[in-house]
């Protein structure tokens, strides 16, 4: 497939200098070595010019070519899993290899959006065929270790998972946007300040620390050392910013995943900012438990503990605006071409993505219930499957479309205990609240009681599959819904999309 864009070269220090030396020149090409079997070669090209991208498919690895208006190759690298990537504004996307960055920039949003739903169907192909070559190898390597015949969850989630899970928050437009939520930032400042005591003089670990900001907050109230987890490329800003506040001899950057890196000493207190939709999206979660392992005896972390609530809601409009959304399905002479036959398979589609919006709380039929998670406890496996059972007694009749979800995470210092809500009672944040739809509305009446569980249950694609039944106990009416919270459907405007 191919896109007209205009290209602009982010490369290292060392690389821009040897650039900068063939200025006069009109194609001067810069030759980055990426690895013994791949080189990148571009030209520099006037800003004016248009470029043609090229995405090719083939038996073997996948080609992005961008060529110039004659034809000429000017750009070319084998999409690998070393390719960072993630979007920046409307209509541009960032890709990085080794030490060069590229900004694409598309005649229009369709085009982007295109790309990359290309790209990501590229993304999950190759790493399908690589988790079949890598298959054998790992069954015989778990055969010869008798007390794990089995990977464990956490190994398949960082083995499956799509790369932009982690490269998302690499972008400084999407840390731009986590910093400028003010319940968010200023939040997580109150609950450190207000406890400088558990950070003075201590050793603070900074979980998927993005910018950093949590960690300079730990060293406002005090603490000696911290060590900030950074994922690349976001880790190389993390540094710039350390040294630019003059920070180096007490923020110590370690790039990777903390599954990957070595922390230097043992930590007083863990600080991250885990939370995805319903508290679990992303499954960071999971990272922010890993990292307990480098805690002392008596240590903290904060976020400490983390509430997921629900409630039956009755909202008709959505409910109907969400079925009108497969009606373009219904078109019999799309361009010429009958559409009718996906209308169904549309509509299931649809159902199954959780609506990510904020609403009025007279909507809910009655008062919450409550699944709580003390992150001081709980274990990677507790995050895998959850079931929440619920019994709801109404508090005015109507049909129950569905089931809300928010989710309020505790500070919990020796001198304070601070809370962050999501709730739609509260500020809105960048979580929004979320909601489950049911296949079919259930009808009740004041005073009865709607009994079920809401079951999370983790899956390869760094986040959840939430399965709902519900019954009317008195009438033994019953309805559910599968959901997939990787896909959710953004009903309003967001600070941020979760991948």
């Not at 919006?357 to 507790?382: G, P, Y």
Request: charged residues 20%; aromatic residues 10%.
């Amino acid at each position: 497939m191919a896109f007209p864009v205009r290209i602009f070269t982010l490369q290292e220090e060392m690389i821009a200098e040897e650039a900068h030396m063939d200025t006069q020149k009109e194609e001067a090409q810069v030759h980055v070595e990426v690895s013994r079997e791949q080189q990148i070669s571009v030209c520099r090209q006037r800003e004016e010019q248009e470029l043609i991208l090229l995405l090719t498919t083939g038996l073997e690895a996948q080609q992005l070519i961008v060529q110039d208006g004659n034809r000429a190759s000017v750009f070319q690298f084998t999409v690998s899993k070393e390719m960072d990537c993630c979007q920046v504004g409307a209509q541009s996307f960032l890709v990085t290899i080794g030490q060069m960055s590229l900004l694409l920039q598309f005649k229009t949003p369709a085009d982007m959006k295109n790309f990359q739903q290309l790209l990501k169907r590229v993304d999950c192909e190759t790493q399908r065929c690589t988790d079949e070559d890598e298959s054998v190898s790992k069954d015989a390597e778990r055969s010869q270790t008798p007390s794990r015949s089995h990977p464990s969850m956490l190994e398949t989630r960082i083995k499956n998972a799509p790369t932009q899970c982690y490269q998302f928050h690499s972008c400084l437009s999407q840390q731009q946007s986590l910093l400028q939520d003010y319940q968010r930032t200023a939040t997580y400042q109150r609950a450190i300040l207000v406890n400088e005591t558990d950070f003075r003089n201590k050793v603070v670990l900074d979980v998927c620390c993005g910018s950093g900001i949590l960690s300079f907050f730990a060293v406002q109230a005090g603490a000696t050392r911290v060590y900030a987890v950074a994922s690349s490329p976001m880790a190389k800003y993390t540094q710039i910013l350390v040294q630019s506040n003059h920070l180096s001899e007490r923020i110590c950057v370690l790039e990777g995943e903390v599954e990957d890196v070595s922390c230097p000493d043992m930590v007083d207190v863990i600080v991250s900012e885990p939370m995805g939709y319903m508290l679990l999206n992303e499954r960071l979660m999971e990272s922010f438990l890993y990292a307990r392992k480098w805690l002392k005896p008596n240590g903290l972390m904060f976020p400490s503990y983390g509430d997921i609530h629900l409630a039956p809601f009755s909202d008709e409009e959505l409910y109907f605006e969400h079925h009108a959304r497969a009606s373009f399905w219904q078109q019999r002479s799309f361009y010429g071409v009958n559409l009718s036959a996906l209308h169904s398979p549309a509509g299931d589609e649809f159902f199954r993505q959780p609506i990510v919006d904020t609403f009025d709380v007279h909507i809910l039929m009655a008062r919450s219930v409550k699944h709580c998670i003390n992150f001081m406890e709980a274990t990677q496996e507790d995050l895998h499957r959850m079931e929440i059972p619920f019994v709801f007694t109404l508090l005015q009749s109507g049909l129950v479309h569905g089931f809300a979800f928010w989710f309020d995470v505790a500070y919990m210092g020796s001198q304070s205990t601070v809370w962050l809500s999501t709730a739609p009672t509260e500020p809105l944040t960048r979580w929004y609240q979320v909601r489950c739809l049911l296949q079919t509305p259930l009808f009740a009446k004041l005073g009865q009681t709607l009994s079920g569980t809401v079951l999370l249950a983790a899956n390869n694609r760094h986040s959840y599959d939430i399965h709902i039944t519900a019954t009317v106990d008195q009438s033994g009416f019953r309805s559910g819904n599968i959901l997939d919270l990787k896909n959710p459907f953004f009903r309003s405007p967001v600070f941020l999309c979760d991948t």
